[in-house]
C-alpha cells in the first residue's frame, strides 16, 4: 500500500477552560501579529472577537436593504394590482389609495428585514458548513460545552510551526494541538 | 405569624430569587438541558401526555375530513352569526401566541435577564400556537385547497384580492408572523443543536442534530454577526407582533358592526393577547418545571414576574372594558347603547359576566402576595384568564353579530358539537406538537444559559 502523503496542517490550535485566558491568548495573538486566526466558545463572547479584530459586521446594512426591498416591492405590488391590474371602485374612494397599503406594506418590510437578516447571517458565516478541519481537533466538541479555543491558521505569513506552536504554549493554554485537514 | 409558615414567603430573607440557581457551570447547564432530549429512558408521563393529545388531534383530524366533504354548515355559524368559533378561536390561539415574542424579544430588547430561561420554550408556544390558528380562518374559507387564491398570483381567473380589506392585511400580517417566529426560533436554536449534535451517543443522533445545526461551530466570527442578527430580529419583531394583533382588531374596527366599530380595539386587543399568553406560559411551565426537574432555571423569580406582568396586562384589559362601556353611553348612539345592555342583560348575559369574573375580578388576586408566590395559585388564576380571553372574543363577535341594527334580522347563535370537537382538537394538537418539542429539543436556550453562570464574567487582567 502506498504510503499517503501527510496532508499540510490546517492550522494550530490552543485550547482553554475559561473565557478570561481565551479572551487575554486571542488579544495575545493579535498583538503578535496573526490576522488569519479564529476563537471559538461555547456562547457569544463579545470580548473574544473584538480580541481577534472583529469589530463591525456588516448585517445591520443588510437588514436595512432587505426591509427597504421588502417595503417597496410590497406597495408595489399593492399599487399594481389595486391600480393596474384589477382597479375596483370602493365606495367612490381612488384607486390608488395608499393609506389602505401601509399593513401590507409594513408586514412585507418586517418579512424582507427578517429573510435577510437569517440568510445573511447563514451566508456570511458559510453556513451550511458540514466538514470544516477545525472539528478534527482533539475535545473540539467541547467546545459547544465548556471550553474555548483559539485558532492560527497555517495561511498566516507569519506562521511557523514551531515557533508558533510556542507561542500559543506561552499563552497558558491546557493544550496546543495541530489541526489537520 | 402564620405568614412565616409559607414556603414561598421570601419576606425573611429580603433577596430577589435568582434567575437561575447559584453552583451552576457552563458545564453543568449543558449537561442538564441536553440530558433531556438526549437519555435513553422517556418518562411515562411524557407517553401518557403524547397519547392524550394524539387522541384530540385525531377527533381534530376527523373534524376537518367531516368538514371538507360537508360544508362549513357542520358548524353552528350562519345568518344573522356568520362568524363563531372559527374566529374566536383564531384571535383566541393568536392572542396566545404574542406571549412568545413579548417574552423572546421585548424582554431582549428591555435586557430583562430572566427571560433567557423560558425564551425558547415561549417562542415555541408561539410557533404551535399561530399552527393552531390558522386552521381556522383557513378552514372557514370551506375550501382550504384554494386557500392560495388569497396572494396575489397571475391567474387566469382575471381577478386579484383586495388590499384595501383588513382581511387582506391579516393574511399578510399571519404569515409573516408564522415565518418571522419561525426564523427567530431556529436561529435561537442552531448553536443548542450543534450541542446536541456534539453530544449525542448515537451516530443517527449525530447525523441528525449535526445536519439541522447547519456546521455551527461557534467561531467568533460567526457569533458576532449571530449576535447583531438576533438583535435585529428582536427589534423588527417587536413592532411586528403589536402590529399583527392590531391588525386582528381591524378584522372588527374596520366594520361598522355596533360593538366592533371602536378605535379602543388595537391596543385593547394588543393587551389583551400579552394578557393570554402570559396565562398560557404559566400555565404550561409551572407543570413543565415540576415534572422536569426545571426548578433551578425556571425559578419563583420568573413565575412571579410572569404573575405581575399577567395583572399589569389584566388592568389594561379592564381599562378596554370599562372604555367599551363608557363609550357607548358616551356616544348618544342608540345602537352603540342597545349593544352595551344586551351584554350586561341579553340572552348571553351570564357570559359577559362570566368574562368579567374570569378577566377582572379573579386575577386582582395576583396582589396579594401569598397567592403570587403560591405556584398553585397562579395556576389557578392563570386558568381562568385562558376561559375569560376566550369568552372576551366570544363576548365581543357572535354576540355582537347577533342583533345589530335591524330587529328583523336577529337571531340566536348556539354551537354545534363540531365547533367543540375542532376547537378542542387543536388544542389537543397544541399539546401533541409541544411534547414532541420537549422530547426533541432543548426547551431551554443551552446557550443563553450559560452566559448567566458567574464563570462568563470575563475578568480583565491587572
Known amino acids: 500500500m502506498r504510503k499517503t502523503t501527510r496532508p499540510p496542517l490546517y492550522g494550530l490550535i490552543a485550547e482553554f477552560d475559561n473565557p478570561s485566558d481565551a479572551v487575554a491568548a486571542a488579544r495575545r495573538v493579535h498583538e503578535e501579529g496573526y490576522r488569519i486566526v479564529d476563537a471559538f ?46 382597479p375596483i371602485n370602493v365606495g367612490g374612494k381612488p384607486y390608488y389609495s395608499w393609506p389602505a397599503f401601509i399593513p401590507v406594506t409594513f408586514e412585507c418590510t418586517v418579512l424582507g428585514a427578517a429573510l435577510f437578516a437569517v440568510f445573511g447571517m447563514l451566508a456570511l458565516n458559510g453556513l451550511p458548513e458540514p466538514y470544516h478541519p477545525v472539528f478534527n481537533a482533539p475535545n473540539f466538541a467541547l467546545a459547544s460545552r465548556d471550553r474555548f479555543f483559539v485558532l492560527v491558521e497555517s495561511r498566516d505569513p507569519l506562521f511557523e510551526r514551531e515557533r508558533t506552536a510556542e507561542f500559543l504554549r506561552s499563552l497558558g493554554p491546557l493544550e496546543v494541538t495541530d489541526v489537520e485537514h | ?104 424579544a421585548i424582554l431582549l430588547l428591555l435586557r430583562q435577564q430572566w427571560r433567557t430561561s423560558i425564551n425558547r420554550f415561549a417562542e415555541a408556544m408561539t410557533l404551535f400556537a399561530v399552527a393552531c390558528a390558522g386552521l381556522f380562518p383557513l378552514l372557514h374559507t370551506g375550501r382550504p385547497w384554494l386557500a392560495y387564491w388569497l396572494f396575489p398570483y397571475p391567474n387566469t381567473m382575471g381577478i386579484q384580492p383586495q388590499f384595501r380589506s383588513p382581511l387582506m392585511w391579516d393574511v399578510f400580517a399571519v404569515s409573516t408572523y408564522a415565518t418571522v417566529s419561525a426564523l427567530f426560533w431556529y436561529t435561537g436554536l442552531v448553536p443548542d443543536l450543534a450541542t446536541l449534535r456534539d453530544r449525542a451517543r448515537s451516530k443517527f443522533g449525530r447525523v441528525v442534530f449535526g ?62 393577547a400579552i394578557y393570554a399568553g402570559f396565562a398560557m406560559v404559566l400555565t404550561l411551565i409551572i407543570p413543565l418545571r415540576k415534572f422536569y426537574g426545571l426548578e433551578d ?62 378577566n377582572v375580578i379573579v386575577p386582582q388576586l395576583i396582589w396579594i ?13 392563570a386558568m381562568f384568564v385562558n376561559v375569560g380571553m376566550w369568552l372576551e372574543r366570544f363576548i365581543i363577535i357572535p354576540i355582537s353579530l347577533h342583533r345589530d341594527f335591524l330587529p328583523s334580522s336577529w337571531g340566536m347563535y348556539a354551537p354545534t358539537i363540531f365547533d367543540f370537537t375542532m376547537f378542542f382538537g387543536t388544542i389537543g394538537f397544541f399539546f401533541f406538537l409541544m411534547f414532541l418539542f420537549i422530547r426533541f429539543l432543548p426547551v431551554i436556550s443551552i446557550f443563553e444559559m450559560r452566559t448567566m453562570v458567574p464563570e462568563a464574567q470575563i475578568k480583565e487582567e491587572a
Open chain 2, 1 to 104: 405569624m402564620e405568614r412565616f409558615d409559607d414556603p414561598y414567603d421570601d419576606t425573611r430573607i429580603h433577596v430577589t430569587p435568582a434567575v437561575i440557581e447559584p453552583g451552576h457551570t457552563f458545564d453543568s447547564v449543558t449537561d442538564k438541558i441536553s440530558a433531556l432530549v438526549l437519555r435513553k429512558r422517556t418518562p411515562l408521563g411524557w407517553w401518557v401526555g403524547l397519547a392524550a393529545s394524539f387522541v384530540l388531534t385525531n377527533m381534530m383530524l376527523g373534524t376537518i375530513i367531516y368538514l371538507v366533504f360537508t360544508g362549513i354548515g357542520i358548524w353552528g355559524n350562519n345568518q344573522p352569526v356568520g362568524w363563531a368559533f372559527d374566529i374566536i378561536n383564531f384571535v383566541w390561539w393568536i392572542g396566545i401566541g404574542h406571549a412568545g415574542t413579548l417574552i423572546s
Open chain 2, 211 to 272: 445536519m439541522m445545526s447547519l456546521g455551527w461551530r461557534g467561531s467568533a466570527r460567526h457569533w458576532a454577526r449571530y449576535e447583531v442578527v438576533y438583535l435585529l430580529l428582536a427589534g423588527i419583531s417587536t413592532p411586528l407582533v403589536l402590529s399583527v394583533h392590531t391588525i386582528v382588531s381591524f378584522d372588527f374596527a374596520i366594520g361598522i358592526i355596533p360593538g366592533w366599530h371602536t378605535p379602543i380595539f388595537p391596543p385593547y386587543f394588543v393587551a389583551g
Open chain 1, 41 to 86: 466558545s461555547p456562547y457569544p463572547v463579545e470580548e473574544l472577537s473584538e480580541a481577534i479584530g472583529v469589530h463591525r459586521t456588516h448585517m445591520p446594512l443588510i437588514v436595512l436593504i432587505g426591509g427597504l426591498l421588502g417595503g417597496t416591492l410590497g406597495f408595489l405590488l399593492q399599487v399594481y394590482v389595486e391600480v393596474i391590474s384589477f
Open chain 2, 369 to 381: 402576595r401569598r397567592v403570587r408566590h403560591s405556584h398553585v395559585m397562579l395556576f389557578v388564576v
Open chain 2, 297 to 358: 432555571f425556571i425559578t419563583d423569580r420568573h413565575l412571579r414576574n410572569a404573575g405581575k406582568v399577567m395583572l399589569a396586562t389584566g388592568l389594561l384589559v379592564a381599562y378596554g372594558y370599562m372604555s367599551e362601556a363608557f363609550i357607548a353611553w358616551y356616544s348618544a348612539n342608540k345602537y352603540e347603547q342597545f349593544m352595551m345592555l344586551n351584554r350586561f342583560v341579553g340572552p348571553y348575559a351570564f357570559y359577559y359576566w362570566s368574562l368579567i369574573t374570569c
